[in-house]
Every structure is written in structure tokens, then in C-alpha cells.
């Protein structure tokens, strides 16, 4: 191994076994000389594998991060090692750019449980209450909606409108999980993760049982009672922030499983218990056809200009909060 494949391999050695180094070490390299020549910056998910999040990836965070740094890419291209709404915003918010996803496949089961059609039916039902869309939809369900919100400020949004009641969709559980920590009364949809709604309160009781010094840390796409029997809930970044504050223990994540393999990579103090459930979606993502999109400029993202507009503008509108 030579020196600069040593020095990635230094970030990974906890979580990936030397013997399938080999395998990712080639892509690796030919990724980060491809970024250069044409000019592109990778932006990767927290549920990315190790080998992306540590060793390819410029900038890595949760939902609102990847927004925000979206904003602040100078570099033309960006791939987006993440699933196609991420993506979708990644090019709402970089019109001029050139935004590819190595899997167009890489879809999610909460982007998919609702449409435009289904929100003007919300309208028509609810006149006057505002709409307020997670990020996890597609622009042009975002363009139906007043603003958008992300796990890590749903209580923020919600309560930027000063109304007594607002709609948010499509996450059933995010919308309930929030409910219980503010006033306003939230019309919620009938979406769900197919992630974290699979998590329930017995996975936790076994857990405390087994090992009772674990610390429980659930996403709030998690139904209800898992939120409450856990001892923290919060966006993947507000969960990488919590367990980075702690000392050496036992931490569980009910979320998805790359997010204990990226932080035990670099805290190998800590002991990450499973259970964990893998997201099919975002694991459609790998070295390979990160290093083919960037070699053949694939797959390109684009927002239908109908509706970009509308859509751009409530993902601003979360920003700007
Ligand atoms: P956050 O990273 O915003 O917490 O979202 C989790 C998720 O499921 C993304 O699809
Ligand atoms: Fe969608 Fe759930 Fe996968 Fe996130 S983890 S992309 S919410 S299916």
C-alpha cells in the first residue's frame, strides 16, 4: 500500500477488514483523481458506507446540511452519494450546475407515499392551514407546499407560522414525534420510512435488558413510542453530535446501520449494539458507480422547470429560517 492509500485506509481500519481494502482502494483513487479533472465535489449522506463517507466524500451531513452546503459549492459538478430527493435539491438550489446521482433508482418510501395531487387535496380540505413538506419529498410535491422542514428543525418550522395548526407531511411519525413538543397541532400524512418504522419499543426493552448501561438514540421518523422509550431523539447530525459528546460506553442507534459504522470509525472507545435496518435505497450507492457517474457524467439530475420555481422557493424558505 503506498503512502496516500495508507492514510485513507488509517480512517476506515475499524470498520473495513484489511483483506476487502483491495476492493474499494482502486476506486478510490481513480474518484479522487476524477474529482479533480472534472471539477466536482461530492456531497454524501450520513448513511453512506464508510469507505464513501470517509474516503471520496467532500462534504458529509444530514438532510439540512447537505441544503445548506449545497448552497456553497463553487465546484461545477456535484454528485450526490445520497437518494434522488437529496439530489433533486442539491440542482433546485444550483440551477447552473451539473448535479448526478450514480443511482437513479436510489428512491425513498417517504418521497413516494404522496403527490402533487394528494396535497391540493389537502388545500381544498384544510383552506388557510399552512403546508409544510419534509425534505424527503419530490420537488414537485415541494411545489405544492409553503415551506419545507428536515428532521433536524421540524419544531422550528412548524412554529415559524404562529398558526394554531398547520399540515405536515408526508412523515407520519416525524409529524407525531414533533406534536408532543410543541403546541401547534399538526394534520399529519400516512408516510413512513420503511427504515425506522420497522424499530419497536420491545427492541429497546430487550436491549436495556441485555445491556442496561446503553444509551438509546432514535431518529424521529421512529413511531412515537420508540421516540419516547429512547433517551435521545434527533436528525442523524443531532445524533452524530450526541454520541461524539460521550465517553467510552454502549450506544445503540435506531437508525440506519452506516451511521454507527461512520462514527465507530473514528470513536473505536465506543461499543455501537445493534439493532440497525439498512436502507436498500441509499445503499444503491457505492464506490463503482460513483466512480462511473463521474466518469460517463451520469445520471444528470433534473428538475422539471414547471415547477422548480415553486419548489426552490420553499426549500429557501427553510434556509432562511
Ligand atoms: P436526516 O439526515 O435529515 O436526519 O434524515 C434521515 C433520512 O432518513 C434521510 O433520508
Ligand atoms: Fe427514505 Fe427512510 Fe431511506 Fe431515509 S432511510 S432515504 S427516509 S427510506
Not at 452546503?69 to 465546484?75: D, L, P, S
Not at 398558526?163 to 403546541?183: C, F, G, H, Q
Request: glycine residues 4%; negative net charge; aromatic residues 4%.
Amino acid at each position: 500500500m503506498n503512502e496516500s492509500a495508507a492514510a485513507l485506509y488509517d480512517r476506515v481500519r475499524t470498520v473495513i477488514p484489511p483483506a476487502e481494502w483491495p476492493v474499494f482502494e482502486t476506486d478510490i483513487e481513480a474518484i479522487l483523481a476524477l474529482k479533480r479533472t472534472r471539477n466536482a465535489v461530492i456531497l454524501a449522506h450520513n448513511y453512506q458506507t464508510p469507505e464513501i463517507f470517509h474516503c471520496v466524500a467532500d462534504i458529509v451531513g444530514d438532510s439540512l446540511a447537505l441544503a445548506r452546503e449545497a448552497t456553497r459549492v463553487e465546484a461545477q459538478t456535484i454528485v450526490l452519494a445520497g437518494v434522488r430527493f437529496m439530489a433533486e435539491t442539491a440542482k433546485l438550489l444550483n440551477p447552473q450546475k451539473t448535479v448526478l446521482i450514480p443511482d437513479l433508482a436510489a428512491g425513498c418510501s417517504l418521497a413516494d407515499s404522496i403527490t402533487p395531487a394528494d396535497v391540493r387535496l389537502l388545500r381544498q380540505r384544510y383552506p388557510g392551514v399552512p403546508v409544510i413538506a419534509y425534505v424527503n419529498t419530490s420537488a414537485d410535491v415541494k411545489a405544492e407546499v409553503d415551506i419545507c422542514c428536515t428532521s433536524g428543525n421540524a419544531r422550528k418550522v412548524v412554529e415559524s407560522f404562529g398558526a394554531s395548526r398547520v399540515i405536515m407531511l408526508p412523515d407520519e411519525y416525524l409529524a407525531k414525534n414533533v406534536a408532543a413538543e410543541t403546541n401547534v397541532e399538526i394534520i399529519a400524512w400516512k408516510g413512513h420510512c420503511e427504515v425506522h418504522e420497522r424499530f419497536t419499543p420491545a427492541d429497546i426493552a430487550e436491549l436495556r435488558e441485555a445491556y442496561p448501561d446503553v444509551v438509546v438514540l432514535a431518529h424521529p421518523e421512529c413511531p412515537p413510542e420508540v421516540v419516547a422509550a429512547a433517551d435521545f431523539s434527533g436528525s442523524t447530525a443531532a445524533m452524530s453530535d450526541y454520541v461524539g459528546a460521550q465517553r467510552a460506553g454502549r450506544i445503540v442507534l435506531l437508525t440506519e446501520c452506516s451511521m454507527s459504522d461512520n462514527i465507530a470509525a473514528q470513536r473505536p472507545d465506543l461499543d455501537f449494539v445493534r439493532p440497525c435496518n439498512l436502507c436498500p435505497h441509499m445503499k444503491r450507492i457505492t464506490l463503482r458507480n460513483i466512480r462511473r457517474a463521474l466518469e460517463r457524467n451520469e445520471h444528470v439530475v433534473e428538475v422539471d422547470p414547471a415547477v422548480a420555481d415553486q419548489a426552490r422557493r420553499a426549500v429557501e424558505r427553510m434556509l432562511a429560517l
